[in-house]
Each structure stands twice: as structure tokens, then as C-alpha cells.
């Protein structure tokens, strides 16, 4: 059964979203008023943060006391590539660098539509090089993102795969937005479940990012690649999402192409409920197992906490 506190938060957040009419918000709005929300946010208690700027992104590394040494999670906002970046994301990559025990770089990438696909993938491409150029080893990197961050994070590992690059210990994607064209079965049989989310809606958002005859290429649509040779992955997603169908179908393939996908579909919950660490218990019970598999892939011990 949800915790009262997850209830409370559902049907707040519900009435929000409801609300909402993509057709007449343009992009500036919707950053504005989430901006706005962010402003509130504070980040884990013993984490510090320092803004940097890498191949001229703007950037954040957020630094748990006792830090491991030489370690890394990367972790990739979302907000549909056209909202997002530090102020909305800084709370949550914090808890979870906490949890992990390790460093985490929030880097602004590109935003649709000003910069449409492929502009983000080579913004999460080209920082991953540098921290490798910089002497970090790709096995103590952790690439990790939420949403049109879980897509990118997909995108990203695909690209770096193809183009020959070392990949990264592993990868964690909470509720990964991996279906541009919508095809999943959750997109309809979930539609009255999800509290946020309107099928009508994923095509008037996604037009700000690609074109129509892009939504199923690979790199934008990561369920249609070769899921072949990708390191170990690591999926939360909630149960009433619509979304539920891209990540189920992803856990599916990749152990089809003989690789090792964890999936852990969470009852009752809504697309990236980690979100709401603060509030939420269950929020905080994933963000704990979060910090556990991305210690176990970088070869720490699997002591975390929140």
C-alpha cells in the first residue's frame, strides 16, 4: 500500500499537471514557472556544491563528505530536452551522489528547441570524453539520468558503443522516456493511471525536439537500437505510468542482446517519484538502492545511506 505521505504528494502534483494544456504553453513559460518550483529546492545535508564549466556548459559538481576517490556519476537531467538543468536537478543528483558515497557532475546540455536533436547527445558525449581525457577511467564513471534524461543517458552509451570509446561501469535510468513515437502498450492502458501524464500530449512535446521522421531513429528513440555490448543497467520506474512500456520493453531487449538489465517497476508510483526525496518514503527507499548499485558497479562497499 502507498505510504499517506505518497497520496498526498499524487493528488497535489495531480491537480497541477491536469491543468496543463501543452498546446497553449509555449517552451519559455513552462521553464519559468518550473524555475520558479526549483527555487525551492535545497540539496542533501553534507553535500557541497561547486559550479564549473565544461566545453562551455555550465555545470555543477555536487561532493558528499567522504567522497570516494576518482569516482563519478554523471547524472543527466530531464525535463522532455527542452526544460531542466541545475536549479531543478541539483536536489535530486544530490541524494543520490550521497547514497553512492561518490562525486556527481550535473551539466546543463543543450535544450531543444533552441537546439534540437542531436545537439544534447553531443553535449553528454563530449563531456564524457573529457573526464576521460582528464584521467578518469571509464569504470569508475556511472552515467544516470531521469526521463528525457534516461533517453539521453541510453543515447549517450550507444554513441560512445559505436564510436569505439571505453564504456562506463554502468547505468542507471529512472523512468527513461526511450519511445519518442508512443508506441508502447502502457501508453493507452495506463492512461487513466498515470497522474501526470496525457498520451495526447508526448506528440506536441516531442516536436520541439526532433522531427516526425526522426522519432524512431536509434539515438532519439533508444528502444528501436541494437542493444547489443551496453554495460549494466539499472531501471526504477513507476507502476501507473504511461511511460511503464519504454523501460519494461528496454529490460526485455537488452537481456535479449545478452546483456544485464535490472528493472524495479515501483507500486503506486508516478513518473520519477525520487524526485520527491523529501517528502516521500518511498522516494527515499530508491534513492537508497540507487546509491547501492551504483557502489556495487564502481567496486565500493555497499554501505550507502539518505
Not at 178 to 196: F, I, N, Y
Amino acid at each position: 500500500m502507498p505510504s499517506f505521505r505518497s497520496r498526498i504528494v499524487r493528488a497535489v502534483t495531480h491537480h497541477y499537471f491536469k491543468r496543463i494544456d501543452a498546446k497553449k504553453r509555449d517552451v519559455q513559460a513552462m521553464r519559468e514557472r518550473v524555475d520558479k518550483y526549483a527555487g525551492r529546492l535545497r540539496i542533501a545535508r553534507g553535500v557541497t556544491r561547486t559550479a564549473d564549466n565544461i566545453n562551455g556548459l555550465t555545470a555543477e559538481w555536487l561532493i558528499p563528505e567522504g567522497a570516494a576517490q576518482g569516482k563519478v556519476l554523471v547524472y543527466l537531467h530531464g525535463g522532455a530536452y527542452i526544460m531542466g538543468g541545475c536549479n531543478t536537478h541539483r536536489q535530486l543528483a544530490s541524494y543520490i551522489a550521497r547514497a553512492a558515497g561518490v562525486r556527481a557532475l550535473l551539466p546543463e546540455y543543450r535544450l531543444a528547441p533552441e537546439h534540437p536533436f542531436p545537439a544534447a547527445i553531443e553535449d553528454a558525449v563530449a563531456l564524457y570524453r573529457k573526464l576521460l581525457n582528464d584521467g578518469h577511467a571509464a569504470t569508475s564513471i556511472v552515467i544516470a539520468g531521469d526521463s528525457a534524461g534516461g533517453g539521453l543517458t541510453m543515447a549517450t552509451l550507444l554513441s560512445i558503443r559505436d564510436a569505439g570509446d571505453p564504456l562506463p561501469a554502468a547505468a542507471c535510468l529512472l523512468s527513461p522516456w526511450l519511445d519518442l513515437a508512443a508506441t508502447g502498450a502502457s501508453m493507452q492502458t495506463h492512461a487513466h493511471r498515470d497522474p501526470w501524464f496525457r498520451p495526447k500530449d508526448m506528440p506536441i512535446v516531442r516536436r520541439y525536439y526532433c522531427a516526425e521522421s526522426e522519432i524512431r531513429k536509434p539515438l532519439v528513440s533508444p528502444i528501436y537500437a541494437d542493444l547489443a555490448g551496453l554495460p549494466p543497467l539499472y531501471v526504477q520506474v513507476g507502476e501507473d505510468e504511461i511511460l511503464l512500456s519504454d523501460s519494461t520493453r528496454l529490460a526485455e531487449r537488452v537481456r535479449a542482446a545478452g546483456g544485464s538489465a535490472d528493472i524495479e517497476i515501483w507500486p503506486d508510483m508516478w513518473h520519477v517519484f525520487q524526485a520527491f526525496v523529501k517528502h516521500v518514503p518511498e522516494s527515499r527507499q530508491a534513492i537508497q538502492k540507487l546509491g547501492v548499485f551504483i557502489r556495487h558497479s564502481l567496486g565500493l562497499d555497499t554501505a550507502s545511506k539518505t
